[in-house]
T-cell receptor
Framework: GDSVTQMEGPVTLSEEAFLTINCTYTATGYPSLFWYVQYPGEGLQLLLKATKADDKGSNKGFEATYRKETTSFHLEKGSVQVSDSAVYFCALSDSSGSARQLTFGSGTQLTVLP | GAVVSQHPSWVICKSGTSVKIECRSLDFQATTMFWYRQFPKQSLMLMATSNEGSKATYEQGVEKDKFLINHASLTLSTLTVTSAHPEDSSFYIC???????????FGNGTRLTVT
């Protein structure tokens, strides 16, 4: 079945540092890929997505490129802020077109220190 | 934006009792709602898919008689954990969407502790 593997956390960075959170996936067909963010005490929010190979999703300074050849969707940000502290989830949805659910990675806790 | 309200945000109950968790879409009609369970340091695991007006579809390994799901209206789905036991302690999250191609909107989750 489909699966998502995310780098384990927690990740602690200083403000303005470069961020990379690795995500690789296993899926049949051509899944869509997502990054969700969960701020403390809140629900998951969609951060960015990519629906086909070589697409780049971007939002709030975060970027991730759909790499089919390496089955990866790594999340990057050039300069993190304290407000980026949250849990980040990589996820995929299958390409069947049914109302199938998202498959999530285990989440990566990011803490940014001032 | 679309808001999904989940209630309660946390609950403590005694072993053997039942607990109901509500998931409401506040400003949109959700034809489909999903219920997830998250163990510490693990990913969200889908428990069931709930379509308004029909029986929920449970994922393999999820006991439908233990985790009762009702989706009686387009804005409300409930998850009832029946005869709860300590191993049911977990974080439960719901999500909702208008249709198959619509984005998912998540609730804030419910922390259940069974003593």
């Amino acid at each position: 079945g489909d699966s998502v593997t995310q780098m384990e956390g927690p990740v602690t960075l200083s403000e303005e540092a470069f961020l990379t959170i690795n995500c690789t996936y296993t899926a049949t067909g051509y899944p869509s890929l997502f990054w969700y963010v969960q701020y403390p005490g809140e629900g998951l929010q969609l951060l960015l997505k990519a629906t086909k190979a070589d697409d780049k999703g971007s939002n709030k300074g975060f970027e991730a490129t759909y790499r089919k050849e390496t089955t990866s969707f790594h999340l990057e940000k050039g300069s993190v802020q304290v407000s980026d502290s949250a849990v980040y989830f990589c996820a995929l949805s299958d390409s069947s077109g049914s109302a199938r659910q998202l498959t999530f990675g285990s989440g990566t806790q990011l803490t940014v220190l001032p | 934006g679309a808001v999904v309200s989940q209630h309660p945000s946390w609950v403590i109950c005694k072993s053997g009792t039942s607990v109901k968790i509500e998931c409401r879409s506040l400003d949109f009609q959700a034809t489909t709602m999903f219920w997830y369970r998250q163990f510490p340091k693990q990913s969200l695991m889908l428990m069931a898919t709930s379509n308004e007006g029909s029986k929920a579809t449970y994922e393999q390994g999820v006991e439908k008689d233990k985790f009762l799901i009702n989706h009686a209206s387009l804005t409300l789905s409930t998850l009832t954990v029946t005869s709860a036991h300590p191993e049911d302690s977990s974080f439960y999250i719901c999500s909702a969407r208008v249709g198959p191609n619509s984005p998912l909107h998540f609730g804030n989750g419910t922390r259940l502790t069974v003593t």
